[in-house]
């Protein structure tokens, strides 16, 4: 399931410990401070980075299993 919204809503699922791949988007705009999206520490394997010619980066994580 490919979910789309804001931190709030990604920290809930987050929770949840169901989510299995990661795919944040980063877009070169300065608006202040921000949120953080992660509040607790979580173990993160990278797979992929693309970096578009405007500057938008697509960094690919696996969630790797709790041992």
């Known amino acids: 399931m490919l979910a789309h919204g804001g931190v709030r ?3 809930s699922l987050i929770e ?3 989510i299995d791949e990661y795919r944040l ?4 705009v300065v ?5 953080r999206l ?3 520490p979580l173990t993160l394997d ?4 693309t970096a578009f010619s405007r500057g938008t980066v697509v ?5 790797r299993e709790a041992s």
């Open 46 to 49: 990278p797979v992929s980075t």
């Open 16 to 18: 949840t410990g169901l």
């Open 38 to 40: 992660f509040t607790k």
């Open 9 to 11: 809503f990604a920290r």
């Open 59 to 63: 960094h690919v994580f696996t969630a």
């Open 25 to 28: 988007v980063v877009h070169p």
């Open 31 to 35: 608006l202040g401070d921000g949120e």
